[in-house]
């Protein structure tokens, strides 16, 4: 989209609850389930970046300094929620309040380089032998050392110091669905 033309993160969301609402039926059929989630993936990396957290890893932080690329990482793994959705829709399906607020926690974004970005998405499978969690999505990026930076007071990267995070945003029920997952 061009400058003065932003997405509008609502707009697809009511789009992707529209496609949850229309596919319900079929959720027994398992080509259909990942039709759905797949969407669901694809529309929050699609909207936009609605919802940056303001964190960014060490090394992501360094090749920002250097004007090197980073990447956005999704730090709930949105094609997880929309599994989760799909597996809890009897809380979603007549409560659309309910839903806007998980599609946009699932757009949650941190700053991380190529490769980290590539390493955090190893640790959700979803492939012929289902979906797969290998570490809770609140342990992530410790268990992958990456040690994350946040702006404080500052709008200027250089200014970046440790993140003190008491408690990593997740959404609403997403740590405990995935201890189904964990392996």
Not at 141 to 162: K, M, Q, T
Request: glycine share 4%; hydrophobic share 30%.
């Amino acid at each position: 989209m061009g400058r003065g033309n932003p997405r509008t993160w609502q707009k697809w969301c009511k789009k992707t609850y529209k496609v949850y609402c229309g596919m319900s039926d079929d959720w027994d059929d398992p080509e259909s389930v990942l039709i759905t989630v797949r969407d669901f993936y694809t529309t929050i990396h699609d909207c936009g970046n609605p919802n940056p957290s303001g964190y960014i890893s060490y090394n992501a932080l360094q090749d920002k300094l250097e004007k090197r690329k980073t990447v956005l990482d999704h730090c709930n793994s949105p094609q997880f929620i929309g599994r989760m959705i799909i597996d809890s829709w009897e809380l979603y399906k007549d409560d659309y309040p309910r839903f806007e607020k998980v599609f946009f926690d699932a757009c949650l974004t941190i700053l991380v380089t190529a490769e980290e970005n590539k390493q955090l998405s190893l640790l959700t499978k979803n492939d012929k032998y289902g979906f797969r969690v290998e570490v809770p999505t609140d342990k992530k990026y410790e268990h992958l050392n990456i040690e994350l930076f946040e702006r404080v007071g500052s709008s200027r990267w250089s200014d970046a110091i440790p993140a003190d995070i008491d408690e990593f945003p997740t959404t609403e029920g997403l740590l405990e669905y995935e201890k189904k997952y964990l392996v």
